[in-house]
């Protein structure tokens, strides 16, 4: 019923900056907290950043002072943007969201996750 399209990764050097973003498409109420995740070869997937809807952030520890997470609700969009990129960052990012579905029958929440998006940061 939705779906997330992440854009904005790709190549850069040591020190350089992406800009992600993850728009929301499909038929759905609203939409509550949205996050980025981010998974190395075998490593856990871990919390990058995350944002309410009413704007309150989280951040990861190693990425706090260089990465902001941003949201447009009215384009359903949430973007992270990422300075001082170190080889370290290098991964796949997703993005999640937690989409909410109304009807006559009343309301429920349900996650959906992004196909990811590769960020590559050379030394």
């Known amino acids: 019923q939705v779906q997330l399209v992440e854009s904005g990764g790709g190549l850069v050097q040591t020190g350089g900056s992406l800009r992600l973003s993850c728009a929301a498409s499909?038929?759905?109420?609203?939409?509550?907290?949205m996050a980025w995740y981010r998974q190395a070869p075998g490593k856990q997937r871990e919390l990058v950043a995350a944002i309410t809807s009413g704007g309150d952030t989280n951040y990861a520890d190693s990425v706090k002072g260089r990465f902001t997470i941003s949201r447009d609700n009215a384009k359903n969009t949430v973007y992270l943007q990422m300075n001082s990129l170190k080889p370290e960052d290098t991964t796949v990012y997703y993005c999640?969201?937690?989409?909410?579905?109304?009807?006559?029958?009343?309301?429920?929440?349900?996650?959906?996750w992004g196909q990811g998006t590769q960020v590559t940061v050379s030394s």
């Open positions: 499909g038929s759905f109420s609203s939409i509550n907290d």
């Open positions: 999640t969201a937690d989409i909410v579905y109304c009807s006559g029958y009343g309301c429920y929440t349900l996650g959906s």
